[in-house]
């Protein structure tokens, strides 16, 4: 099964993604963890795409997505896979889909984590970083044993720029933008599946797995 995870910054879309590959025994795929790897073996395609990131460019779709297939053409993903963060826009959909299907390939499912914009504004402008040893709380969810203060280290915890509302507000912002699209795009080709991504972790999972039919 080849799935592709919609949802915002927030949303949970990642922590799904990891549990549908724990369980079908899939590759869970990024752009990001795919452009590292091709840069730390300095293929030719890693070698293009650094020359965009070190000008501080975006790498252009045409490049993404070549990234992308040549990825889920190894061996791991012949069961299927999920990519997580791409595609991001409508290009790089048509892309793919025109990419998947020269080998006889298609999407198979998009799931789109569905969760308001202010339950996302609540949920990550909770959250609170170590500033010594990076682990990561939150005020409600994962509050730490004396508040403002790391149960691991001791140091003291801030509201990383990242989270604070105005910037959440800003990224989610973008978000709908780029990805309402992507939304109408997926429900024309007939794959699209919504969850409410307001619930609990394990009854969004149970929905996922509802959807998927196994």
Known sequence: MKIIMLGAPGAGKGTQADKICAKYNIPHISTGDIFRANIKNNT????????????????????VVDLVVDRVKADDCKNGYVLDGFPRT???AEALDKALEASGDKVDY???VEVPDENIISRMSGRRACIACGATYHIVHIPTKV???CDKCGA???LRD???????KKRLDVYHEQTQPLIDYY????VLNEVDGTKDMEEVFGAIVKILGA
């Open 147 to 149: 508040e403002g203060i």
């Open 90 to 92: 409508i290009p790089q």
């Open 162 to 168: 990242d989270d604070k509302p105005e910037t959440v």
């Open 187 to 190: 429900t024309k080709k007939g």
């Open 110 to 112: 998009a799931i789109n």
């Open 156 to 158: 003291e915890l801030v």
């Open 44 to 63: 030719e395609l890693g070698q293009k795409a650094k020359s965009y990131m070190d000008k501080g460019l975006l790498v252009p779709d045409e490049l």
